[in-house]
């Protein structure tokens, strides 16, 4: 059963770091792309970084450089180290496989960067 968990996002001032942490996929983990999305407030969702069953990652143009998906096969947990945070970031944070199985969303995890 797959019950996600976001967890390590905050209020911070541009230019600082947070460390993201999804949990919860239980069996499914190992064998699928995982990613993390976003939603900024009057936005749609944007996928922000992927990370594949082999350790192939990608991410959006838009954190390219900043941000960084890892995976932990042992912890059977998802990261997303964000560094260099800018106000654009603002947004909830949610984990998910890609592509997304609707009945995986978690609560996310807010951030906010401030100026």
């Known amino acids: 059963q797959v019950q996600l968990v976001e967890s390590g996002g905050g209020l911070v001032q541009a230019g600082e770091s947070l460390r993201l942490s999804c949990t919860g996929f239980g069996s499914i983990f190992s064998r699928n792309t995982l990613a993390w999305y976003r939603r900024a407030p009057g936005k749609q969702r944007e996928l922000v970084a992927t990370?594949?069953?082999?350790?192939?990652?990608t991410v959006a143009n838009s954190v390219k450089g900043r941000f960084t998906i890892a995976r932990d096969n042992a912890k059977n947990t998802l990261y997303l180290q964000m560094n260099s945070l800018k106000p654009e970031d603002t947004a909830v944070y949610y984990c998910?496989?890609?592509?997304?199985?609707?009945?995986?969303w978690g609560q996310g995890t807010q951030v906010t960067v401030s100026s």
């Open positions: 998910n496989t890609a592509p997304v199985v609707s009945t995986y």
């Open positions: 990370v594949s069953s082999g350790g192939g990652t």
